[in-house]
């Protein structure tokens, strides 16, 4: 009865949670330094962000292509690309931040990496509703349309972000200089993910080369989500599953076989 | 079986290259009781990093199973942020062992008293080395991979580690040593190999495995005084 294979997986659980709550607790012990300071200063580099942005908006001149307020805007687009990006280096960083740790026959980089994508999305989440309200509180402005379809958007647009990180760090095991290009990468998503446009606005031959990449997808499904008054004609689903799908497989299979072929029967070296 | 296979290690250190291990070969079962006698400067301390899982080799395999521990004293995974207790049980959480028993065990090995509780970037580097041979003797493992000597700090300390770790020799565990000191090799091996050009090179007991090394050390020595002898003239 016991190996039946969800009375294993139910043994399995709480072996497996209790490992998941210590990589969290890891995480928020040494990247927040475990003290208050740290802890805001997770809030405030987006709010940097959207700051910046906000005076660059005002120093063009631009007006923001929705019918809304120019907070909620510059969040719809800021915070999502930011968290995107957190998420994508948070999953590079632990596997080096987890060297020694991944050297336990109990630890498995796929843990790990989950473990911190976990914390990424919920303080992603923690970050996005911070700033909605400080915009609220500030500015009196406050949109969420549908907060089902606003929760998809931002989820699918972190998610690529966790995927593209796992694929990066399992093919850096293969060529570690991937690890340190990674942000080459995603320097041109600002320009390229609908961070201060919308996708309506944009030229046809601009949207059918941006209509490749799952942020911009992302960001558009979750402002369909937020403003009442905005529909994006472009925003498909489908384009940031696929990405996440397509990372998160070819991600695992060359975790799997990345040392000298598949690894033999109870020899853990290929998880070194 | 666990060990080298066929295992290559070089890096590049100052534009030198540095040769580790050339294709070598050494395979065990995880229960035997292997020393290494190695010079100082040679790579003990990334052998052990190799067999502890922390690095690849350049070529070859390094077999793992079961389980192995890090390298004892080993204080690199103890975040200086976190408190002595916190990281021991997470370390403990992630190992699958007991973590209350692993914290008090570590608590009372380690002496740190108050300090325990104390963030780990306020101990200092003799407090930090206990709690990470305290952390290595209550993670169970089934092989001990060990670096240059047993124990650390103060003479009684170092005997106590000596001790805690023949106890869990005793109860059926293996142990990977390298060393430079044929007197803690003969006390807490049961087979013994030089490290030899890259190679281990098994003997047939720790007096034939004395003796290599100490050749080695020798023709070192010269080597050491020919290469004085030309920079000084």
Known sequence: MNDWPPVRVLEAAPRWLRKVKAIILREIGSRYTGDALGYLWAYLVPLAWVLAVYVIFLLLGRRIPIDTDIGSFICSGVVPYVCSRYAVNAILRSRTAYRHILSFPTVSPNLVGGAVFALEMVNSLLIFGFLLLLNYSVFGFFEMHDPVLALWGYFLAVTSGGAFGYLMASLSTIVPALSRATPIFLRPLFYISGVFYTANELPPTLRDLFVWNPLFHGIEILRNGLFIGYESLFAMAWVPITFILVCVATGYIVQRRRLSGAPVEGDASWAI | ?233
């Open chain 2, 1 to 233: 079986m666990i060990g080298f296979e066929q295992c290559t290690k070089h890096y590049v250190l100052d534009d030198e290259e540095r040769v580790i291990l050339r294709e070598a070969t050494l395979l065990f079962e995880p229960w035997d009781r292997i020393c290494i006698l190695a010079p100082p400067g040679v790579g003990k301390t990334t052998i052990a990093h190799l067999l502890a899982g922390f690095t690849r080799p350049t070529e070859g395999n390094v077999h793992r199973s079961g389980r192995i521990s890090w390298p004892l004293g080993f204080t690199g995974a103890l975040h200086p942020s976190m408190t002595g207790e916190r990281n021991v049980e997470i370390i403990a959480d992630l190992a699958e062992a007991p973590r209350n028993r692993v914290s008090a065990y570590v608590a009372e090995f380690s002496e740190l008293g108050e300090d325990y509780h104390r963030k780990v970037e306020t101990y200092s580097s003799s407090m930090r080395a206990r709690l990470g041979f305290a952390l290595s003797m209550a993670i169970p493992a089934d092989t001990y991979v060990a670096d240059g000597n047993i124990g650390t700090g103060a003479p009684s300390f170092r005997t106590r580690c000596e001790v805690a770790l023949e106890q869990k020799l005793n109860e059926g565990a293996g142990l990977f040593f390298l060393t430079h000191s044929p007197r803690l090799a003969e006390r807490f091996g049961r087979r013994f190999a030089v490290l030899q050009g890259g190679k281990f090179v098994l003997t047939a007991d720790a007096e034939e495995a004395k003796g290599i090394f100490e050749t080695q050390l020798v023709e070192q020595d010269s080597l050491q005084q020919l290469v004085e002898g030309f920079s000084s003239e």
